[in-house]
């Protein structure tokens, strides 16, 4: 293993592994044991505000969903759906604001990605696959001048890696994936899958889950959070899609839907 790799391997580690259990994974809660747990921390809007040059990233986040018409309100509702499972999960308030800002930010590296490439009907041949492939790495290096958004720097680059490392860009495996990028992953496929595409219908819930748990079986996806996201699709992740309707796809998104998880991010609202 390269330095780079091992660096970000030891750094995607060292933050979670107090939530590990003995057999080396996030130990996951019961539905009873989520509906006894207090509410979840308030969330702070200043936490979510932007300054001038993240207003800049997130628009051309946003300007990326806008190329395709089949994309609409992804960003949203990955966004929402990602801090809802990761509060049902028990996640920090750091780490919540880092899977809402994630589920916009994800693909903004698609932004130097060619029409050509994106849109194409048929397969991709090797170049363009790589091309393709590359929106990781692009959309890393658009964020990391900054700061504030270096938490979410995990979720962009490796939000396509696989549970057995088939995946890209650095072939991570298991544990090594950072945890919220393994968490926004889950919400991204189950999204991706029920909503329509140029290359297919949105499919029912049902078979979107079924997807997820054979991606999982082939060894692609984390056993263990695809499993809990299975327990609480119906209670948690059903009602949380019910709070993102806003037609609007403008930056003032985000405060609309910022005020719909305020409100969402409780045992009341999840379990009414």
């Known amino acids: 293993m ?25 130990p996951v809660p019961s539905l009873l044991e989520i509906a006894n747990t207090p509410p979840a921390p308030e969330l702070n809007a200043e936490e979510f505000s932007l300054d ?19 994309t609409g309100g992804h960003c949203e ?16 308030r750091a780490e919540l604001v880092a899977l809402y800002r994630g589920g916009f930010l994800h693909d903004v590296g698609k932004v130097g990605i060619p029409d ?11 170049e363009e696959w790589d091309t393709m492939r590359s929106h990781t790495t692009r959309g890393e290096e658009i964020c990391r001048h900054m700061k ?27 544990e090594e994936i950072p945890l919220v990028a393994r968490v926004l992953q889950i919400a991204d496929i189950y999204d991706a899958l029920t ?23 082939r060894g692609w996806r984390d056993p263990e959070i695809v499993r809990f996201f299975l327990k609480v699709q119906k209670d948690i992740i059903a009602k949380a899609i019910d709070y993102t309707s806003a037609p609007d796809r403008s930056l003032d998104i985000m405060r609309v839907s910022l005020a719909n998880l305020q409100n969402f991010l409780t045992v009341d609202s999840m379990f009414a």
């Open 52 to 70: 001038q040059t993240e207003e800049i990233v997130f628009a051309l986040a946003l300007a990326v969903e806008q190329r395709d018409r089949h």
């Open 116 to 126: 050509s490439i994106l849109f194409k009907p048929g397969k991709l041949n090797p």
């Open 2 to 26: 390269d330095r780079k790799k091992e660096k970000r391997v030891n750094k995607s580690r060292n933050g979670y592994q107090s939530r590990l259990t003995t057999a080396g994974r996030p």
């Open 195 to 217: 909503s329509p595409r140029s290359y297919k219908p949105a499919y029912q819930p049902e078979h979107a889950l079924w997807i997820l748990q054979e991606e999982t079986d």
């Open 148 to 174: 504030s958004l270096s938490p979410v720097l995990p979720i962009i680059r490796h939000h396509h890696e696989r549970w057995d490392g088939t995946g890209y860009p650095d072939g991570l495996k298991g």
């Open 77 to 92: 509702r990955l966004a929402f759906i990602s801090a809802a499972l990761g509060a049902a999960m028990g996640l920090s």
